[in-house]
């Protein structure tokens, strides 16, 4: 989601371990499958990758979803039925854009990786879905939003939540019920200030007046800008951006007095959020393309299982990635059937799912986006400190 200039050292890396990828042993292939045709043989082994930020101050969104692929993982391998073991390879990007190319230098590398879950955020994605189509390796992201990632001939990029077009009208559509004026922040980033774009858009469209502003996601004093949004007479406040700084956001809009509605993107729901804002983030509304798998009655049993294993409740884009996890076995399940998995045969198997997960059923248009009847937007709230599903954001008053 986020997006920073590119490092030239980390892109010269990703040059060099591209042509690692090629030099495996002599019963791998170039592709990264291994040379197996037709029947499954219980010594095959192959491997799953996620990138995204398992470090820094986005690291809980990376965490949230680095768990739902292993408890898939996990679950398939304990099924029995598979015929081929799995592993998972993590890959850390801190959610930067500028540490994109070293992450998935790492996955490319491994010439046993057949396919990658994520990148989770916009920015990383945009940076190496070019290198991941040239080496045929198939992506199926849980959470990367932005818009211009279906449009940009990402060859084998794929999503498993609705786009920040869909999202932000629909969020932009909401807040015009609710107020003639909206002060918009956006964070600077890939995600959050394309995010709040589209708000904005909308907004005009809408016939409400609109305040914008930029505050780079570095900054650590939010006073000046709760400020001007307590005095800019709006009444209500869209920020498109991260939930460690939206908790700060949230902190210095109630000690301006700000008491108009205040209301975040996908970005910003999560438990970061609850922590860092505390009480004043009571009251806080969020537009997400994802379940809250603890409430959800379909989510049930993975919400029990994922408890079990990390002795945590599921939060923001855990379900999302775990289905994209599922996906992707099934993708390389059917790459077997048919004669042999690599990493080719994975990613056109991609693009023929037709799989029906806990979140949505995981059928691809050309473009790599959900079919339209899958792409729903839940408001959720923030209240007592916890966060919680509203309902489909567009039958809310």
């Given amino acids: 989601m986020r997006t920073r200039p590119l490092a030239k050292l980390a892109a010269i890396g990703l040059v060099g371990a591209l042509a690692l990828t090629g030099c495996g042993s002599s019963d791998k292939k170039s592709d990264g499958g291994l040379s197996n045709s037709g029947g499954s043989k219980s010594s095959d082994s192959y491997t799953i990758a996620f990138q995204g930020p398992l470090s820094g101050d986005n690291q809980q969104l990376g965490i949230n979803e680095v768990n739902g692929a292993q408890l898939a993982i996990d679950q398939a391998n304990k099924s029995g039925d598979l015929g081929f073991k799995l592993k998972l390879l993590k890959a850390d990007d801190i959610g930067d854009q500028s540490k994109a190319p070293a992450a998935a230098a790492q996955v490319l590398q491994d010439s046993t990786v057949v396919g990658v879950i994520g990148p989770a955020f916009s920015g990383p994605t945009k940076a190496v879905a070019k290198t991941y189509g040239d080496a045929n390796m198939g992506l199926i992201s849980p959470s990367a939003t932005n818009p211009d990632l279906t449009s940009q001939g990402f060859t084998t990029f794929h999503r ?10 629909q969020a932009a559509d909401w807040l015009a019920k609710k107020a003639k004026k909206v002060f918009v922040i956006d964070d600077l980033s890939e995600y959050g200030k394309g995010a709040a774009d589209v708000v904005r858009a909308q907004l005009k469209k809408d016939n409400i007046a609109v305040v914008s502003e930029g505050v780079d996601q570095k900054t650590d004093d939010y ?26 956001l949230a902190k210095a809009l109630k000690s301006a007095n700000f008491t108009g509605i205040a209301m975040g993107g996908n970005g910003v729901k999560s438990s970061v959020f609850e922590k860092g804002a505390g009480a004043a983030g009571d009251g806080w509304y ?19 299982a994922y408890k079990t294993a990390f002795n945590a ?3 923001t884009y855990s379900p999302e990635a775990y289905d994209a996890t599922n996906a992707m076995i099934e993708a390389i399940k059917t790459a077997k059937k048919d004669g042999s998995v690599t990493r080719e045969s994975v990613a056109k198997a991609i693009t023929g799912l037709d799989y029906k997960g806990i979140t949505t059923t995981i059928k691809f248009q050309a473009n790599g986006e959900l079919e339209e009847a899958s792409q729903v937007i839940n408001l959720f709230k923030q209240a007592g400190g916890k966060i919680s599903v509203v309902g489909d954001i567009r039958e809310q008053n």
Avoid at 226 to 238: D, L, N
């Fill in 286 to 304: 969020f537009s997400c393309g994802c379940l809250d798998a603890v409430t959800a009655p379909g989510a049930k049993d993975f919400t029990t």
């Fill in 223 to 248: 006073g000046p800008i709760a400020t001007q949004v307590a005095q800019s007479g709006a009444q209500a406040m869209f920020y498109g951006g991260y939930d460690a700084q939206a908790g700060k």
């Fill in 160 to 169: 498993v939540v609705p786009a920040d077009n869909i999202e932000g009208v």
């Fill in 313 to 315: 409740d599921p939060s």
